[in-house]
């Protein structure tokens, strides 16, 4: 199937840094229309951010763009267009950023990167073009007929009888929350979106949502050969992938543990707070927003493409959000006025989740995408410690391109 690919392939490769070290990317455009490359997770150096129109003009067809930044936490990341990514990240312009720790935790052969993405095929076998549909664009987003995982169709993935593997699971879909049954795996949670745990833990609820531009790492030990089926169960569930499970040579010691990344923790009797109120889309109550500093409301509104808003604003407005100087603590309290889910992410940051919906949570681990559902209100807190202009937005791709998207500075 034609594809548009980092290197000619999809993923692109995998680009692999050690903590603390520099990664440097020299990239070449060759498409026929202008694209930038975001780094999704890394608290990076804000000019190396990679949001055209915001940290970077976009790359014109033909030029080149170096991207070099440090990467401070080990962990699992990655890296996708971020211009037009509503149809640049679906024709395949996706790929995996790893971060090793100073000493590697795991052999190469039991450290299993997996890239799951849907595409929406044709009868005809090719991916479908219709690129920008409004009916995508006001509901759920672009939704796939056709799962992959490393750009395969349910490939075997090899692991060894009774040893333990890292699984990282990266979520590249446009806008499909993944519901995977991971139970049956027998896996343990490690790290959420890059950031190792404390210590492994036991799945929260099965089957667990992974939403677009989230990632997991699992642990899974196999107790004997046989095959292990990685299910989606939205629908009717199916298998799109399987483990297949060979002895092993020797026997294993007990698996490393992973030392957590240090983030400053927010100070939440001191933070302060900013609301943020998400509207729009079909069945929604948004009668109207600004847009290009014009309100607009009706057939107006629909005929801007820009039917989603943030604060009564769509799409990336001249000014920000909010600013504060760098170091400050801050809560977003994010309520989801909207008929559908949203995954929400933050650039240049992790945060903890604190509440929702008024219920405080106790666990609460570092997070730089969070899933929102419809009538609900999220509480996340964090340390605006990275200087820059970052951007905020939903990761359902056709949501940020209709208007679903703001930034914050911090000085």
């Known amino acids: 199937m034609p594809i548009w690919g980092y290197d000619g392939a999809v ?139 490393n750009g395969a169709t349910r490939p075997d993935i090899p692991l060894a009888a009774g040893r333990t593997s890292r699984v990282r699971l990266i979520n590249a879909a446009n806008a499909r929350i993944l519901e995977l049954d991971l139970e049956s795996l027998g896996a343990t949670v490690v790290a959420y979106d890059g950031q190792p745990l404390a210590a492994p833990e036991a799945l929260a609820y099965n089957p667990f949502l992974l939403g677009p531009g989230q990632r997991m790492d699992l642990l899974v030990t196999p107790g004997a050969p046989g095959t292990l089926a990685l299910i989606e169960m939205s629908g009717d569930p199916f298998a799109f992938g399987q483990f297949v499970v060979t002895p092993a040579d020797d026997q294993e010691a007990e698996a490393p543990a992973l030392l957590p990344n240090l983030l400053p923790e927010p100070d939440l009797a001191n933070a302060v707070e900013f609301d943020l109120d998400m509207a729009g889309g079909m069945m929604g109550r948004m009668t109207g927003a600004i847009v290009d500093g014009r309100y607009l409301e009706g057939e107006e509104l629909f005929a801007s493409r820009q039917v989603w808003a943030f604060n009564g604003v769509a799409g990336l407005s001249p000014e920000p959000f909010f600013g504060v100087e760098r170091g400050t603590s801050v809560i977003l309290n994010v309520t989801n006025d909207t008929a559908f889910p949203h995954a929400m992410h933050v650039h240049g940051h992790h945060f903890r989740i604190v509440a929702r919906s008024d219920s405080e949570i106790d666990h609460r681990p570092w997070r730089d995408t969070f899933l929102i559902g419809p009538t609900q209100t999220t509480r996340i807190a964090f340390v605006a410690d990275n200087p820059g202009k970052w951007l905020f937005h939903c990761h359902m791709l056709e949501h940020q391109a209709a208007g679903m998207k703001t930034w914050f500075e911090v000085t």
């Open 11 to 149: 993923p692109g490769p995998i680009i692999r840094g050690r903590k603390g070290g520099t990664i440097r990317v020299r990239f070449r455009n060759e498409l026929d229309q202008p694209t930038s490359i975001h780094w999704h997770g890394i608290r990076i150096e804000n000019s190396m951010d990679g949001v055209a129109g915001l940290t970077q003009p976009a790359v014109e067809p033909g030029d080149t763009f170096d991207y070099v930044f440090t990467v401070p936490d080990a962990g699992t990341y990655w890296y996708h267009a971020h211009n037009r990514s509503w149809e640049q990240v679906e024709r395949g312009l996706y790929g995996a950023l790893i971060v090793d720790e100073a000493e590697p935790a795991f052999a190469p052969a039991q450290d299993v990167t997996l890239v799951l993405d849907d595409w929406r095929v044709s009868p005809s076998g090719r991916i479908d073009e219709g690129f920008g549909d409004m009916g995508d664009w006001s509901h759920g987003g672009r939704l796939g007929n056709w799962l992959t995982i």
